[in-house]
């Protein structure tokens, strides 16, 4: 299983730009499909995109399509997520998550099996 680690999370401005990183280590990244999710507080976890393991295919939540791209370097071990036009309610936590499959791209929380800690993304207004 392999262990993720998400950075460049932060406070942005209405508007803004974010890019976030997660970093694996351990077994071998590049046969994870890799996902996206955030959470507030009261509500559950939810999928924000998806990329299969060898990029070709991609999921995003409908809404988010527009502004967020879901990317992966597996020479690096690390996948990526481009946030743009950053609104107030994008605001949450967001969580780096990993399926060991080669087969399809996971679009719910429990097809997944190994998470990162989370790291806090805050849109001022």
């Known amino acids: 299983q392999v262990q993720l680690l998400e950075s460049g999370g932060g406070l942005v401005q209405a508007g803004g730009s974010l890019k976030l990183s997660c970093a694996a280590s351990?077994?071998?990244?590049?046969?994870?499909?890799m996902g996206w999710f955030r959470q507030t507080p009261g509500k559950e976890r939810a999928i924000v995109a998806a990329?299969?393991?060898?990029?070709?295919?991609?999921y995003y939540e409908r809404s988010l399509k527009a502004r967020f791209t879901i990317s992966r370097d597996n020479a690096k071990n690390t996948v990526y997520l481009q946030m743009n036009d950053l609104r107030p309610d994008d605001t949450a936590v967001y969580y780096c998550?990993?399926?060991?499959?080669?087969?399809?791209?996971?679009?719910?929380?429990?097809?997944?099996?190994?998470w990162g800690q989370g790291t806090q993304v805050t849109v001022s207004s």
């Open positions: 990329i299969s393991y060898h990029s070709s295919v991609t």
């Open positions: 998550a990993g399926a060991n499959t080669v087969v399809n791209v996971p679009r719910t929380e429990k097809e997944y099996d190994a």
């Open positions: 351990g077994r071998a990244f590049s046969n994870y499909a």
